[in-house]
């Protein structure tokens, strides 16, 4: 997943003119490959304490507000998430508001909100304090929310790290290159990939020095955007782009092997007589028709993603069961390939890198009739751009495999973001580091959803 940090100088408290901002941000963004912008703190309002102050409740809102709408749109147009800092309105603590970021999926739903913790002088007088962590996951990717002064607090990152988050996502309010370059220190200590979108200008007695940008976990800066040098308002904009697929949670993790199963029995149906309307492709068929097997549940919802799609689209079914030996199989023949390329690669980085393509067989998806392989092809099943074909691996496309990966055609992006968008709202997930994999109900579906336990453990054929 490619993450932006955007920059700009808001419009003193006009709501309406920094989202319309935000949207424009979010397209190009989008239009340079990132799956998530992540915007500075304040940036719907600006960073003005006096101004939020005088009308907290105007000047406040909820992740449904209409004002939001603009940025919400534009989400589901380009298929890309983000972090919006603002004003949020609170239950309790009379009509102070909180510091809030608004996190929006790639289909403009909210995902999670989190309120600032420790606030700064002067801060405290105009905004209540959140009391819960910041967290969200995406596109196989755990994140954590901060905001400025919280990432003054090294247990802030510390709990996030213990808590398995990937990718550090702070947005702030720094007057100073000095203060910027911490963030470099705190990435290293935890080893996270951090995020910093910082905002510009002056608020009140507090100014934006901008240098929005991204750490490696090892503290090293991978890009910087510009130093703020007294732009107008609604000018200065930037955007700077990091690639955080080394973050993705993969097969491997044992965090996916740690959760339970809870088998609900539901049986596995050929999908070549239970939907007729559904297309199967014929490149991937075994003897025993084992490929075109699906847990019912599954099915279902393929069919309603397909009918959600646009004219011209239909989905192809590829390939769905997966038998555990033959998993097995493909498991160690990948090995071995790695193992051949890489004899300097030890047991544990070889099983790691095995799992970005083929996953381990005691969790795999394929396994438990959880999983489906598919494309899209035209109404008379003709080829679409995807950006790679099925079952590419990342060494033959040189990481195209990845659902985020830069550098499609924007042919490949949107066809991708149409097939995404179409299977996340039947209730499906991606593997994301193919984009053609999807599944439901297995281990990796629950830990990306938070469900508790999977529905589907490995399964043998009745019969068989």
Known sequence: MIIAAAQFLPVPGDIEANAARMAGLLAEAAGRGAGLVVFPELALTHYDLARIAADPVGLAVTA????????????????????????????????????????????????????????????????????????????????????????????????????????????????????????????????????????????????????????????????????WTGAEPGNGAELVLTDVRDRITLMSDPAVAAIPVAECGERLVDVRTAAPGLLVAGERQDAPGDFAFLREGVLQRLLAAQESLPDGLRLQFVEGYRPPGLQRRYFEEYTGEL?????????????????????????????????????????????????????????????????????????????????????????????PTEWWHWSYGDRYWALATGADR???????RDGR
């Open 454 to 460: 999977a529905l589907y453990g490995p399964k043998e």
């Open 64 to 227: 449904d507000d209409a004002r939001l709408a603009p940025v919400q749109e534009a989400c589901r147009a380009h298929g890309v998430a983000a972090v919006v800092n603002a004003p949020g309105r609170t239950a309790g603590d009379g009509s102070r508001p909180a510091v809030s970021s608004f996190v929006f999926g790639p289909d403009g739903a909210p995902l999670t909100r989190y309120d600032k913790v420790h606030l700064f002088e002067g801060e405290d007088e105009v905004f209540a304090p959140g009391t819960a962590e910041g967290r969200f996951t995406l596109g196989g990717i755990r994140f954590a929310l901060a905001t400025c002064f919280d990432n003054s607090f090294p247990g802030v990152p510390a709990r996030a790290a213990a808590d398995g988050c990937r990718v550090y996502l702070a947005s702030s309010f720094h007057g100073t290159a000095e203060r910027v370059a911490r963030y470099g220190q705190s990435a290293r200590e935890h080893g996270l990939h951090l995020v910093l979108a910082n905002g510009l200008g002056t608020g009140g007695s507090a100014a934006g020095c901008g240098l929005s940008g991204a750490w490696l976990p090892s503290g090293e800066r991978a890009v910087t955007a510009a130093e």
């Open 339 to 431: 193992r051949a390329a890489h004899p300097d690669w030890d047991a544990e980085r070889l099983h790691r890198a095995a799992s970005r393509y083929v996953s381990p067989p005691g969790i795999a998806p394929h396994s438990a009739g959880g999983a489906v392989d598919l494309t899209l092809v035209t109404a008379d099943g003709g080829h679409v751009d995807m950006g790679t074909p099925v079952n590419a691996s990342p060494e033959e496309s040189e990481g195209a495999c990845y659902t985020g990966a830069p550098d499609l055609t924007p042919a490949a992006r949107t066809h991708r973001r149409v097939l995404n968008a179409a299977l996340t709202a039947a209730g499906l997930v991606n593997y």
